[in-house]
């Protein structure tokens, strides 16, 4: 499974941005789609998650949507009400069922896209 990341940049603290993530491969639909984030001397932290259903930490839930087209394997992740702590790398991963939150158990990763968010 090949992944690129795309629809970061730059936006105001309480905008709005969309991120997407294509992916190729015939089997898309059965993999868990997540998305990391990684903030300069961090971690790089789980952010959402989407199999059947979907998973969030509890930093961007409410705030943070993440859905999948199963049809045009791409996996999106809607973001409101930024805030300036989630500037950060986001990194969509990909692996097989089941969902987990650690960075190290996902197989596929892309590149990153760099969100910037300004107060």
């Known amino acids: 499974v090949q992944l690129q990341a795309f629809g970061g940049g730059l936006v105001q603290a309480g905008g709005s941005l969309r991120l997407s993530c294509a992916a190729s491969?015939?089997?898309?639909?059965?993999?868990?789609m997540a998305w990391f984030r990684q903030a300069p001397g961090k971690e790089r932290e789980f952010v959402a998650a989407?199999?059947?259903?979907?998973y969030y930490a509890d930093s961007v839930k409410g705030r943070f949507t993440i859905s999948r087209d199963n049809a045009k394997n791409t996996v999106s992740l809607q973001m409101n009400s930024l805030k300036p702590e989630d500037t950060a790398v986001y990194y969509c991963?990909?692996?097989?069922?089941?969902?987990?939150?650690?960075?190290?158990?996902?197989?596929?990763w892309g590149q990153g896209t760099l969100v910037t968010v300004s107060s």
């Open positions: 989407i199999n059947w259903s979907t």
């Open positions: 991963a990909a692996r097989r069922n089941p969902v987990v939150r650690d960075s190290n158990g996902y197989d596929y």
């Open positions: 491969g015939r089997t898309f639909s059965s993999y868990v």
